[in-house]
């Protein structure tokens, strides 16, 4: 890993907007969409490097490959739900219960659902791969739209049958 300040930040132009990234002294500490173009992105080093091409693979395949350590900072809990959420399989979903169940305690099912919400590295810890019981996409704090087409991106059916 590059020495660094404790925390380096930099920007990648995905398909579906600007990511903004950031690196401490221990790996990847978040990874989130961002509403404006970077004024500067000349950060550049051997782990911004593997960030992008992980990335890039991805954003190409469609298949999740991370070659970094996450370093994302949260409570013992959060990186519980989070290392849970790392479990799901490329191309597949899980339910809040399924994740709920994982974890061992079905009655935690809200704070599990807070816990998701928190994740610092997005599509890195994929909770786009989290949907509703009814199969609803459910909040992302990338958006809706996105989570969908980051589904769509690993060739999952997005469409949800309604019973009317």
């Known amino acids: 890993m590059s020495q660094c300040s404790p925390f380096t930040t930099y920007y990648y132009k995905s398909p579906l907007g600007w990511i903004e990234i950031i690196e401490n002294e221990e790996g990847l500490a978040s990874l989130q969409f961002v509403t404006s173009a970077p004024l500067l992105n ?30 994302p900072s949260g409570t013992p809990f959060q990186k519980k739900i989070w290392g849970i959420l790392k479990e799901i399989p490329n191309g597949k979903t899980k339910t809040y219960k399924d994740v709920a169940l994982a974890h061992g305690d079905l009655k935690s099912i809200r704070a599990i659902a807070n816990a998701i ?15 509703g019981s009814d199969g609803s996409m459910t909040g992302y704090a990338g958006g809706i739209e996105r989570k969908n087409r980051l589904l769509a991106l690993e060739g999952m059916s997005i469409q949800k049958t309604l019973d009317l």
């Not at 091409?53 to 996450?70: A, I």
């Not at 928190?118 to 909770?127: D, E, Q, S, V, Y």
């Open 117 to 131: 919400g928190k994740n610092p590295i997005l599509i890195f810890i994929p909770c786009h791969r989290v949907i």
């Open 42 to 71: 000349e950060n550049n080093n051997e782990f911004s490097s593997s960030v992008k091409d992980d990335l890039d693979h991805y954003f190409n395949k469609g298949q999740l490959k991370p070659s970094v350590k996450l370093s």
